[in-house]
């Protein structure tokens, strides 16, 4: 049975792992959007994220297997997402990021589920289970960097020329995750069966954890969860190309053997932060029984802050590959940690309700918010700032301005993150927790 669920995570986070850290190049550098169109293509994915899921929670539970239902968002997303492959025209591509939103994300929460049905021991399997699906995301940045890398990569480019080829090629992300879609999609119809629940005490689920949201220390880490969710767009909407620029220019040997192992394209270096997310995950169940939450907690934003500084001051590649892999220590001891507190600090009856809503803050209206603000705002200061305030905002920004231009950039997202290490520090309740099992669905 964990070998069945742990290729469903597998699936499940190789869909997605293919073609987000990709994105941003591949709207800006290949379809030429603007930046407001982007910040709007990633917030109309997070909105359907928000909405989404309340409507499968519906259908899930109370009409349909959990496995068919799984099986049919699979391969109607693997349709859409491949439509995204070829399409050129903004408010189409806005209008399917949107539907898929809709599709794919109530799939985060379904995959598990199902998986807490049929396991026998939560606590003990679940973690190995979903470690499968980190694995997924890694192996599928790491196969589009290399695809880039022998297909998309012509002999004498270098610079700009190469990074124009390499844009094109992202649409071939789309194409595996549709390909891995549709994979998933068959598979999930030969997963154990879960039958729909008719569970009258859901609907008042939500009204209770809210309550309990009220009260410290939730109170402070909802509170965090829309800024913090700001710092970690910066990240998966800028560093794609950001990291680039140490593929495509030939710095040196370093950089090219890291090029040979994860590929080229910013992609497959982005997934060293998932690989030490691993090696995070498994220290904070040991260092959990040992640390105050709030000194996890401190930790995470601490590398938030970090991750940051090193993007925007430092220009080596192996300073800036350390910044990739300060992700593991921003998600495994912010995220992860935050939904060990949740689940804490509500009861078993509306644990699960509570679960949802911190997720739907980080992952829905925190990616709302902080596309427009990682986008948008900040991109188009950091972009006027180094251009002109008169500057055209389609403009592509020299290659002697780029440094200055990140400089900006990541910047605002380091103090916004010390910020809220302070206000951490203040507000938070301090004192230690005994260890729990947490899910956490964010990226």
Not at 66 to 88: D, M, N, P
Not at 109 to 124: G, K, M, P, V
């Amino acid at each position: 049975m964990k070998l069945r669920l742990s290729v469903m995570m597998f699936l499940q986070y190789a869909i997605w792992g293919a073609w987000l850290p990709i994105l941003f190049p591949y709207l800006m550098g290949h379809l030429g959007f603007t930046l407001d169109q982007v910040s709007a293509i990633f917030a109309a994915g997070a909105a359907g994220a928000i909405i989404g899921p309340f409507i499968a929670g519906q259908v899930a539970d109370r009409f349909f297997a959990t496995e068919k239902f799984l099986g049919v968002s699979h391969l109607i997303g693997a349709l859409l997402v491949w439509t995204l492959s070829e399409t050129t025209s903004y408010t189409t591509f806005l209008a399917i990021s949107a539907v898929y939103g809709l599709i794919y994300a109530p799939t985060l929460a379904l995959t598990n589920s199902i998986s807490f049905h049929h396991l026998e021991d939560r606590d003990r399997d679940f973690g190995r289970v979903r470690l499968w699906g980190t694995i997924g995301w890694i192996a599928a940045g790491i196969a589009i960097g290399h695809w880039l890398g022998t297909q998309h990569s012509p002999a004498g480019l270098i610079g700009a020329d190469l990074e124009k080829a390499w844009n094109a090629g992202r649409a071939d992300a789309f194409k595996l995750s549709a390909l891995l879609g549709v994979a998933l999609g068959f598979y999930c119809f030969a997963l154990p069966h879960t039958p729909p629940r008719k569970d009258a005490a859901q609907k008042s689920a939500v009204a209770q954890a809210l309550g309990y949201v009220k009260r410290q220390p939730l109170l402070t880490l909802f509170l965090l969860a829309v800024p913090i969710s700001c710092v970690h767009q910066f990240y998966f909407v800028h560093t794609s190309n950001f990291l680039s620029r140490y593929q495509s220019g030939g710095a040196g040997e370093f950089a090219q053997s890291i090029n040979d192992v994860l590929g080229v394209g910013g992609g497959g270096l982005m997934t060293i932060g998932q690989m030490s997310e691993i090696v995070v995950l498994a220290l904070v169940t040991v260092l959990a029984k040992q640390m105050s939450r709030k000194s996890l907690l401190a930790i995470g934003l601490l590398a938030y802050a970090a991750r940051m500084a090193l993007f925007a001051y430092t220009d080596s590649a192996a300073t800036v590959l350390l910044g990739v892999a300060l992700h593991g220590l921003c998600f495994g001891c912010f995220i992860f940690v935050a939904f060990m507190v949740v689940d804490e600090e509500t009861p078993p009856e509306v644990r699960a309700s509570a679960q949802n809503l911190f997720n739907l803050v980080i992952v829905g209206i925190g990616i709302i918010v902080g596309s427009w603000f990682a986008g948008s705002l900040i991109g188009g200061w950091a972009k006027r700032a180094v251009l002109g305030p008169e500057s055209d905002p389609a403009a592509v920004i020299p290659d002697e301005l780029q440094r200055d231009y990140y400089t900006h950039l990541f910047s605002v997202p380091m103090w916004i993150a010390l910020g809220c290490l302070l206000v951490l520090l203040v507000a938070y309740p301090g004192g230690k927790k005994p260890a729990t099992n947490a899910v956490a669905g964010a990226r």
